[in-house]
């Protein structure tokens, strides 16, 4: 490893003498402010969380292992709600409006122009669990107060998955139509499987009447997830109820003392550099000069008294 040169080793000379000046400053000045931070956190109020589990209805499953491309323009069920759909809903504004509103913290045309609106969202949280269930966290400076915002966020997300009027009837004709197709497609595989019986031996009749089965499938899933989607989600879907917490969120005092510490650590060493090359610019008279300009810029009087 070759040796440093004379200003290098001039260069590390002058840090670790910086470092060294410095050094009840930056072993104490993070010390101090870690705990004081720390104090500041205890103090504060103690959060409660209430804690929801969902599970979302599963999809229509479709059986049709000889899919034939003449179904392509056959009955397609409606897309399932997916957790992650849900998850996104609860902490939108169309949710967080209504649970405003039903909480009475504020009206909900004044939401948007207000800080409510994000209170609110920083006390939910809804994420997708590797179970595929969803999950509500909702925390708030009381238990009671929890447990009322997880009610009023799922009540909230249920209205809505309850479709309009308009909405109901467009639904509406899309299940006539679906359940028609069901009794017509099942009443020509009954009438094919009469013929079948009668020619026995025969192969075509059979393999005839694979696509109608799973025409059947898709029609029959059609009218199921169809209704449901007219009906809307019920409570049903809760799998776990919000619960009332009694103890407290316990505060994770190591992670922000070692935070706090190593936060305030950095910030006095980069203003102890700084102020380091600032001094030693000073010798320089054309540095001193841009100096002196800098401050009277920055509308900084008594240039040389306050240096």
């Given at each position: 490893m070759a040796a440093l040169g004379t200003d290098e080793q001039n260069s590390v000379l002058d840090?670790?003498?910086?470092?060294?000046?410095?050094?009840k400053l930056l072993l104490l000045g993070p010390l101090i402010a870690a705990l004081a931070i720390l104090g500041f956190v205890v103090e504060l109020a103690p959060k409660y969380l209430s804690q929801a589990v969902l599970v979302l209805p599963s999809p229509i499953p479709l059986s049709m292992p000889n899919f034939s491309p003449a179904l392509a323009f056959g009955p397609m069920p409606l897309s399932p709600v997916t957790p992650s759909y849900v998850a996104t809903m609860m902490e939108s504004p169309v949710v967080l409006d209504?649970?405003?509103?039903?909480?009475?913290?504020?009206?909900?045309?004044?939401?948007?122009?207000?800080?409510?609106?994000t209170t609110l969202a920083s006390q939910i949280k809804a994420t997708v669990g590797k179970d595929g269930l969803l999950h509500l966290d909702v925390l708030a400076s009381t238990p009671q107060e929890a447990q009322a915002v997880a009610n009023a966020v799922i009540a909230a997300w249920l209205k809505t998955t309850v479709p309009s009027e308009s909405e109901r009837r467009d639904l509406q004709k899309r299940l006539t139509y679906a359940e028609n197709g069901l009794k017509g497609v099942t009443a020509l595989i009954e009438k094919f499987s009469v013929d079948s019986d009668r020619r026995v031996g025969s192969g075509d009749a059979g393999a005839s009447l694979i696509p109608l089965v799973?025409?059947?499938?898709r029609y029959l899933a059609d009218v199921l997830s169809t209704g449901r989607a007219i009906q809307g989600l019920e409570r049903d879907v809760i799998k776990q109820a919000p619960t009332a917490p009694t103890n407290p969120v316990p505060v994770k005092k190591s992670l922000i003392f070692t935070v706090a510490a190593l936060a305030t650590f950095f910030a006095l060493l980069l203003f102890i550099f700084v102020r380091q090359v600032w001094r030693s610019a000073k010798a320089d008279p054309s540095s001193a000069r841009k100096q002196e300009q800098l401050l009277k810029a920055l509308g900084i009087k008594y240039y040389q008294r306050c240096t």
């Open positions: 840090v670790l003498l910086v470092l060294a000046q410095n050094i209504a649970v405003a509103d039903s909480l009475g913290r504020t009206k909900g045309a004044e939401m948007a122009s207000s800080d409510g609106r799973d025409l059947q499938a």
